[in-house]
């Protein structure tokens, strides 16, 4: 199995107390008739677009199976970038050991079975369609304490971006429950660490690669617990 382990949502020190701390008429005329003509530019541009759009998308899929890896070689890897970024601590239940949480995940990858030449199609570079219609990654959380399958179109909701040489995105917020093991012989000054382990579910690493983004900081979305406070977010393969 191909896997990543985003690890140490550490979720530390448990708080007990909490801090609530206008010009002539002839230049109105020249401005209105110049508005007037932008407006007409606009609509002439976005109805072709759309017509362009729904080409493209007919050219793409018209012969194209979502059951199919992405892949030109059958012995070719799938190169999955995958980030998952903290968003909010829902809920850390001490008695049943599970975490709840929201995270915003990113994965990424090329099907060059999904490109075309943006100059055909009017200049489109991207498309957004349903995650149903194209291969997606099977990446799951293996320690999920949900009874539903966490990965994949069954967790995720969102539209896919494809552009034009291959490039696929898919970015999804989701709530996931995860199983975290804690020790509160500290309590309540305990910190707890609460590892979650993704991977994909049936690709090994010889058919699906997947490797980490970087740039995971959760800072610029991460909404304050008012229990917990996060000390840190790391992820390794």
Same mark, same amino acid.
């Given at each position: 199995?191909? %896997?990543?382990?985003?690890?140490?949502?550490?979720?530390?020190?448990?708080?007990?107390?909490?801090?609530?701390?206008?010009?002539?008429?002839?230049?109105?005329?020249?401005?209105?008739?110049?508005?007037?003509?932008?407006?007409?530019?606009?609509?002439?541009?976005?109805?072709?677009?759309?017509?362009?759009?729904?080409?493209?998308?007919?050219?793409?899929?018209?012969?194209?199976?979502?059951?199919?890896?992405?892949?030109?070689?059958?012995?070719?890897?799938?190169?999955? !970038?995958?980030?998952?970024?903290?968003?909010?601590?829902?809920?850390?239940?001490?008695?049943?050991?599970?975490?709840?949480?929201?995270?915003?995940?990113?994965?990424?990858?090329?099907?060059?079975?999904?490109?075309?030449?943006?100059?055909?199609?009017?200049?489109?570079?991207?498309?957004?369609?349903?995650?149903?219609?194209?291969?997606?990654?099977?990446?799951?959380?293996?320690?999920?304490?949900?009874?539903?399958?966490?990965?994949? !179109? %069954?967790?995720?909701?969102?539209?896919?971006?494809?552009?034009?040489?291959?490039?696929?995105?898919?970015?999804?917020?989701?709530?996931?429950?995860?199983?975290?093991?804690?020790?509160?012989?500290?309590?309540?000054?305990?910190?707890?660490?609460?590892?979650?382990?993704?991977?994909?579910?049936?690709?090994?690493?010889?058919?699906?690669?997947?490797?980490?983004? !970087?740039?995971?900081?959760?800072?610029?979305?991460?909404?304050? %617990?008012?229990?917990?406070?996060?000390?840190?977010?790391?992820?390794?393969?």
């Amino acid at each position: 199995m191909s %896997h990543l382990m985003l690890c140490s949502i550490n979720v530390c020190t448990k708080v007990t107390n909490m801090l609530f701390m206008f010009i002539l008429k002839m230049t109105i005329e020249i401005h209105i008739i110049a508005v007037f003509m932008t407006s007409l530019v606009i609509i002439f541009t976005t109805e072709a677009s759309l017509w362009d759009e729904q080409r493209l998308i007919h050219d793409l899929f018209q012969n194209y199976s979502k059951f199919s890896r992405p892949v030109v070689n059958r012995n070719d890897q799938v190169v999955v !970038t995958f980030r998952a970024k903290l968003k909010q601590i829902i809920d850390l239940k001490d008695n049943e050991q599970l975490l709840q949480v929201i995270l915003y995940t990113y994965q990424e990858w090329t099907n060059p079975l999904l490109t075309w030449n943006a100059s055909l199609y009017g200049g489109t570079e991207e498309i957004n369609v349903d995650a149903s219609m194209v291969w997606v990654p099977d990446i799951v959380l293996y320690n999920s304490a949900e009874f539903t399958f966490s990965g994949g !179109t %069954h967790k995720y909701k969102t539209d896919v971006v494809i552009y034009w040489n291959g490039s696929t995105i898919w970015l999804a917020p989701a709530m996931f429950i995860t199983v975290c093991h804690l020790d509160v012989r500290y309590f309540p000054f305990d910190d707890q660490k609460c590892p979650m382990k993704f991977g994909s579910w049936t690709h090994d690493e010889t058919r699906l690669d997947m490797r980490i983004l !970087t740039n995971a900081s959760s800072d610029d979305i991460y909404t304050e %617990h008012g229990e917990w406070q996060l000390l840190g977010l790391e992820q390794k393969r």
